[in-house]
T-cell receptor
């Protein structure tokens, strides 16, 4: 099966700074990589995703990059705001029918 | 966008009783739904894959007789925790994929189960 590793487990940044979270995956056949934001006591919310035929995708302050050769992908949040504070999970989808989640990153944006 | 409604959002039950959690896809059909369990400060662990009209597929280590899954229609899957014990206390989350798309999973809002 797929193995997804995520780093760092915790991240603190000053408001306005950028935050970067990195994930690696093991199975080169994985072809879909979503990122989820989870606030306390709530379900994960999809914030951005990328497919294996694309190297980068951006949506306002959020961007995701994918390096298929190295089998890693990253989430970039620019101009961070306090409301960005949450737990972020990466995932890799191998078959189109099951996600393998990373271990999560707790992001704290300090006002 | 696709919406998955999960109820209840929280429940407290006594040891030995059973609890049912519902997961509904509101504006799309979901042939497949997934049930996850999440302990505090940990990632989501897949418990089972629920397929409409057939038996669920359970992950290794998950007791199928304890966690009963029913997916009787294209918009509803239920998870019943039978004979609950305090160690079953956790955050349970469902997700569903729109049958009309290859990707695009939507998660429910989760259910906080506390067994006392």
């Amino acid at each position: 099966g797929e193995n997804v590793e995520q780093h760092p487990s915790t991240l603190s940044v000053q408001e306005g700074d950028s935050a970067v979270i990195k994930c690696t995956y093991s199975d080169s056949a994985s072809n879909y990589f979503p990122w989820y934001k989870q606030e306390l006591g709530k379900g994960p919310q999809l914030i951005i995703d990328i497919r294996s035929n694309v190297g980068e995708k951006k949506d306002q302050r959020i961007a995701v990059t994918l390096n298929k050769t190295a089998k890693h992908f990253s989430l970039h949040i620019t101009e961070t705001q306090p409301e960005d504070s949450a737990v972020y999970f990466c995932a890799a989808d191998l078959t189109g029918n099951q996600f393998y989640f990373g271990t999560g990153t707790s992001l704290t944006v300090i006002p | 966008g696709a919406v998955v409604s999960q109820h209840p959002s929280w429940v407290i039950c006594k040891s030995g009783t059973s609890v049912k959690i519902e997961c509904r896809s509101l504006d799309f059909q979901a042939t497949t739904m997934f049930w996850y369990r999440q302990f505090p400060k940990q990632s989501l662990m897949l418990m089972a894959t629920s397929n409409e009209g057939s038996k669920a597929t359970y992950e290794q280590g998950v007791e199928k007789d304890k966690f009963l899954i029913n997916h009787a229609s294209l918009t509803l899957s239920t998870l019943t925790v039978t004979s609950a014990h305090p160690e079953d206390s956790s955050f349970y989350i469902c997700s569903a994929r729109d049958s009309g798309t290859v990707y695009g999973y939507t998660f429910g809002s989760g259910t906080r189960l506390t067994v006392v």
